[in-house]
């Protein structure tokens, strides 16, 4: 992969979340959660570093940290809506890349930040994402992993929650071990925009795919548009979505207090 471009971070960061609230300002070590993101794309060596917040308490939060904090409306309903008023406010050009790093990724690696940006800039696609090999059955299975199906050159060709692909014949004789020399691919949701992409991507139409898998990236796809897909450098732990994520993320960054 080719050296990574000049690249911005954007962190949206929503205070109302339905499962965690207040997640951006829940305590990992001595440190809320969203200081801890901001030092991952920081290290990864971000032109800049936006924080996109719905609330005062997540700036007050990062008011020592070197990152420009934008407040956005609370109505937006994804990250990239977020995203895409910060590129409204700050006037950034349509060619940028900007990578959109979600506010509940504490362990996000420095390389793969710096790998998503480097597949947006290598591809024709005005989209790209990374994913990771899965490692057994219960991953695949599980609803809330979410798979990607690639073309041999590097595309999405869809995403799900289901298991996929699906080896017919292994399936048939036994679903307690992954087949061997089949692609089974761990979506994570880490995505690198140009940023006239990003402004028109968020005024697309939601699609009946985007809304029976719960997955926007699909909205993309039945629109016609390429998602460049690479696998990431280093392994990328789950984010934190529950209450046992965030104790899974505390027991391994608590106890230093930093990310």
Not at 168 to 191: K, M
Request: hydrophobic share 50%.
């Amino acid at each position: 992969m080719t050296a990574s471009p000049p690249f911005i971070v954007a962190i949206p960061a929503r205070y109302a979340s339905t499962r965690l609230p207040g997640k951006p300002l829940l305590l990992i070590g001595s440190e809320p959660m969203v200081l801890h993101v901001a030092r991952r794309a920081l290290a990864a060596g971000a032109a800049e570093v936006v924080v996109a917040i719905d609330d005062t308490r997540i700036a007050e939060a990062l008011r020592d940290a070197p990152v420009r904090v934008v407040m956005t409306r609370a109505e937006h309903v994804s990250g990239s809506d977020r995203l895409a008023e910060c590129a409204e406010r700050l006037g950034w050009a349509d060619e940028t890349i900007v990578v959109n790093l979600q506010g509940d990724e504490p362990l996000a690696p420095a390389n793969g930040i710096r790998a998503v940006a480097a597949a947006l800039a290598e591809s024709s696609a005005p989209m790209a994402t990374l994913a990771t090999p899965i490692a057994g059955v219960d991953e695949l299975f599980d609803p809330n992993c979410v798979k990607v199906v690639a073309s041999a050159d590097g595309h999405a060709l869809y995403f799900s929650r289901a298991p996929l692909p699906w080896p017919r014949d292994a399936f048939a004789t036994t679903r307690d071990r992954l087949p061997v020399g089949v692609p089974f691919l761990r979506h994570i949701g880490i995505y690198a925009y140009r940023v006239g992409f990003l402004r028109r991507f968020t005024k697309l139409a939601p699609m009946p795919l985007e809304r029976a898998e719960s997955l926007e990236q699909l909205r993309a796809l039945e629109h016609g548009f390429a998602i460049a897909v690479r696998i990431a450098p280093d392994a990328f732990p789950p984010g934190v979505d529950t209450p046992a994520d965030l104790e899974r993320v505390r027991a391994l960054l608590g106890s230093r207090g930093a990310a």
